[in-house]
């Protein structure tokens, strides 16, 4: 999407390197953006394993903004974000299931369709950057990436065996 030059931009991303620096920063400031909302999430679960789960994936989500550190660093870059809207979108969607839901079964299950929907959009996006590490040579760069996102489809799986155990409490709830 088209939009004006921002004064902290750098060039458009005219070759592969820029761009892969570019969705770098968009990373690094999608995972900022989670670690507040991942520790909102593990506050506002009823069920004590979705909470565990959740307090899990932000200590993850802190090692990734180290990891992320990495990278830059084999880049001789600075660590540097670019505000990442997709994911303030996702969260900017799941506000709703915190803000105006009441701690419930089905709110777990609301939960857990919001964290979903943001491995999902990272799964993405950490294929993406392993995907063009490796085509820009940079074997280094992309074997640390690959740790983020094996990280990430492992969270993704596990929310999918939550799911399967909280959804027949949120039916029990509706019933009441
Ligand atoms: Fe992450
Ligand atoms: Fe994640």
């Known amino acids: 999407m088209l939009r004006s030059p921002q004064p902290h931009d750098t060039m458009p991303a005219e070759t592969l390197y820029a761009l892969f620096v570019d969705e770098l ?3 690094y400031d999608a995972e900022k953006q989670l670690l507040k909302a991942l ?3 593990a506050r506002a679960a009823q069920h004590p394993e ?3 789960a959740f307090t899990l994936h932000h200590e993850e989500t802190t090692a990734q903004v180290g990891m992320l550190e990495d990278v830059f660093a084999m880049l001789e870059l600075k660590p540097r974000g670019k505000h990442c809207p997709g994911i ?4 900017e969607e799941g ?3 915190l803000e105006e839901m009441e701690k419930s079964a089905v709110r777990d299950a609301a939960l857990v369709g919001g964290g979903k929907r943001a491995e999902h959009y990272e799964i993405a996006a950490y294929t993406t950057l392993v995907a063009m590490a490796k085509a820009l040579g940079r074997r280094d760069a992309a074997d640390r990436l690959q740790e983020i996102l094996s990280q990430e489809i492992a ?3 596990k929310l999918d065996a939550l799911a399967k155990q909280l959804l027949p409490l949120a039916t029990r709830e509706a019933d009441d």
């Open 95 to 97: 506000k709703e299931a």
């Open 88 to 91: 303030a979108g996702i969260l």
């Open 50 to 52: 979705l909470g565990a």
């Open 39 to 41: 520790r909102k999430m």
């Open 155 to 157: 969270t993704d799986k």
């Open 25 to 27: 920063r968009d990373a």
